[in-house]
């Protein structure tokens, strides 16, 4: 379907209504359909934006397992490599970790995650998948009922509706899907980390050959590689800088300074494809369901980028909704769906532990300086020698790291 012929709203109806086309839609919709439930993928953006947003790298070992077991890992296996090295490069001096050797012995596979879009979308329009770009859902109706309905809006402003017997809030934080709740039916849990990050995108090999966690008096600064030609950098930045703030010569010193480059090697220097800022902030909506409206993904709960779980949880999610939505649909059986909220939010939380672990590992706590920012100052650093020293908080490490 061309994103012309998509920009008139196209109005009509299906089992469910799937909002979203990133990861956690895009996975639904082809399990989906692989299990015989009529559905349809609304998606704001035309294919090209959808194809080329560059976020998440790092796919965790359960993620690869969800996607083989449905015929959706053959891009990843093509093109994506696995990881399994972190160096901590600290005011104590520098170590590495072979996770993989380490707690479940898994490692990361990195692929980009506009690759993994781009094969989930390929693979689900090649299945004969029903999908509508440049389509915004503006508000979900009636999911008190079992006959809930989306109205949406099309590039050139027309409007349409779709019914379905269920809608998948796949839409991500701003979406309309958690826009459409009512007043407290759900809970909304929220916690700003305080700390901000400039997220660089970098036309560069990478420098190391391991993910680079750098602590700094100056602020965190960190280096993943995407491809073997392009590197991901934060680096940390005053909430409210705006991503244009800094030249590129001001990062690649930054980076640089904060990375100890001068004792452990030079960073490979490029242009600068892509630069945001990222406030560290993590919310969870519990329980992931009121009546006909099912949420997941990032629209369930945004978790900080610090630990690199989103994506791994979006599909996580994804595939557990897929199947209780074709046990109910197809087998007349709705346990799964009852299931659905509690068994993610056991995975949520721990991820959400996770990172909020992560984010006081590797920064200073923002606010005034003060004997309490030096004891919270102290007890990142036992935590980091915890991290090089003990066995089992190695193992601890790794299997958080690399699990979802
Ligand atoms: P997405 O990917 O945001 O997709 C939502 C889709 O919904 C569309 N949409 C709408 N469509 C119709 N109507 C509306 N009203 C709509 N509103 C929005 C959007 O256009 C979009 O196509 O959500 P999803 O599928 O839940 O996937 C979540 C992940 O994208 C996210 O959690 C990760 O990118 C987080 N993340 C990482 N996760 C990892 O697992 N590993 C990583 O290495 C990793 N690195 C990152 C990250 C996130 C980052 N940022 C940008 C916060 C690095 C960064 C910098």
Known sequence: MTDSESSRAARGTADVVVLGAGPAGLVLGNLLLAGG????????ATSEQVKSRSRAGFLAANTVRILDRHGLAEGLHRRGRTHSTCEFRTEDGRFRLDYATLGRREPHTVHPQHELVTDLLTHYLDAGGRLHFATEAVAVH??????????????????????GRYVAGCDGRHGAARRSLPAGSVRHHRLDHGVSW??????????????GYAVHERGFAGHMARTPEVTRYYLQCERGTPPGAWSEDRIWDELALRMRASDYGP?????????????????VLEPLRHGSLLLAG????????????????????????????????????????????ARCLEHIWRAQEFSRWMVGLLHRVPGPAGDEAAFHDSLRRSRLASLRTSCSCQDWFAENYVGV
């Open 267 to 283: 960073l490979r220097r490029g242009p600068l494809l892509h630069r945001a800022v990222v406030d560290l902030e993590s919310d």
């Open 198 to 211: 400039l997220a660089l995108l970098a036309e560069a090999p990478p420098s190391l050959d391991a993910v």
């Open 298 to 341: 990032d629209a369930a709960s945004l978790i900080s980028p610090s630990a690199a779980k989103g994506a791994n949880l979006a599909v996580l999610e994804a595939e557990l909704l897929a199947r209780a939505l074709i046990d109910d649909l197809r087998h007349g059986s709705p346990d799964a769906l009852a299931d659905y909220s």
């Open 37 to 44: 439930v009529d559905c349809v993928v609304l998606e704001r």
């Open 142 to 163: 009636g999911a008190d009922g079992d006959r809930p309905s989306v109205t949406v809006r099309g590039a050139d402003g027309r409007t349409g509706t779709w019914q």
